[in-house]
């Protein structure tokens, strides 16, 4: 529904919403602030609220060969406290649970930036959002037919597959890719089977946005965590969840290198290179986000522990972990 941006203007910074109305776009002052560097983490959670709220009521879910809409339980979260806990706990689609997850993630970095500024502004802001669930409701009722009528007619105008919002959030999870892929993990699968591959997505998710490391990257959002850390020595690590699809599949730990492709290059000097896989470990169960977390952490303060346990023996955990190698591979 709408595009926030910040404006200096005699001596503050405004924050504008720019939405498209009656007479075409249109731009409002939200509040203002005295240093900009208050605004920016606020402008930047604001875009990510408005794009994640918008999308997924502006798109088809297309799964399993049908066109139907996506649920608006997701709304409610800009105003009640309880609805943002329910977030984390629906089981309707890979993408949509992705997208609620990154909603709430949001919404969070939204309070502790509203944390610095003064009770004036937190006011506006939180006015805004109310604004912005009033009108986004009253479009899609007026879209659904059940409007009675009798509302005036919303200031920011919302159309179906046309959403005005600001689409990065770096991630591409509101990009067609992000919800082919993550569609595709589900087809066929069970309601059980598409509950836990949730519940592993919010761990993925949750660990990935809990290292804030640039080295951390989610380079499929439904299974994959990868870390590389800088000083590695070519090291990495992956972390696997199991396919929505595999019944007896478990998570695996995996340690891996970087092998030039010409034997005659050092790592490090080669222009390729293909990764070679030295040990796993199967996990018993699933673990949970913090258990991700704590692993991550020891990566990233110490990157050369990857070469450490990949001299770990099958059936040792990897030290200062509970995780036992299951497989080393020889080379």
Request: aromatic share 6%; net charge negative; hydrophobic share 35%.
């Amino acid at each position: 529904m709408t595009i926030y941006s910040q404006h200096a203007n005699r001596g503050k910074t405004q924050i504008l919403a720019t939405y498209q109305g009656p007479d075409g776009v249109a731009s409002k002052t939200v509040t203002s602030l005295g240093d900009s560097r208050l605004a920016a983490p606020i402008v930047d959670a604001l875009n990510r609220i408005s794009a994640f709220i918008t999308v997924p009521v502006s798109v088809h879910d297309r799964r399993e060969r049908r066109v139907d809409y996506y649920p608006h339980k997701h709304l409610a979260a800009l105003t009640d406290a309880a609805a943002r806990v329910e977030l984390l706990n629906g089981a309707h689609s890979l993408w949509y649970e992705y997208v609620c997850l990154r909603l709430h993630q949001a919404l969070a970095d939204l309070e502790d930036a509203l944390v610095a500024v003064p009770d004036t502004v937190s006011r506006a802001i939180r006015s805004e959002l109310e604004l912005e669930e009033r009108e986004l409701r009253a479009a899609l009722d007026d879209f659904s037919g059940t409007s009675s009528g009798d509302e005036p007619e919303p200031e920011r105008h919302w159309e179906f597959d046309h959403p005005f919002v600001n689409y990065d959030d770096g991630m591409d999870t509101l990009s067609d890719r992000t919800r082919a892929q993550l569609d595709s993990r589900e087809e066929d699968c069970t309601p059980e089977a598409r509950e836990k591959a949730v519940a592993g997505l919010r761990v993925l998710v949750t660990a990935h946005s809990r290292s804030g490391a640039m080295w951390a990257s989610l380079d499929d959002p439904s299974c994959e965590l990868f870390a590389e850390p800088y000083d590695s020595d070519g090291f990495y690590l992956t972390v696997h969840a199991p396919e929505p699809s595999d019944d007896v599949g478990s998570w695996e730990i995996e340690i891996g290198h970087w092998e030039p492709d010409d034997p005659h290059e050092e790592y490090g000097e080669h222009t390729s290179a293909t990764g070679s896989t030295i040990l796993k470990c199967a996990l018993p169960s699933a673990p949970d986000a913090d258990e991700i977390t704590r692993l991550l952490k020891s990566v990233e303060e110490n990157p050369m522990v990857l070469a450490q346990w990949a001299k770990t023996p099958v059936g040792t955990a990897l030290e200062g972990t509970t995780m036992v190698v299951t497989k080393h591979h020889d080379s």
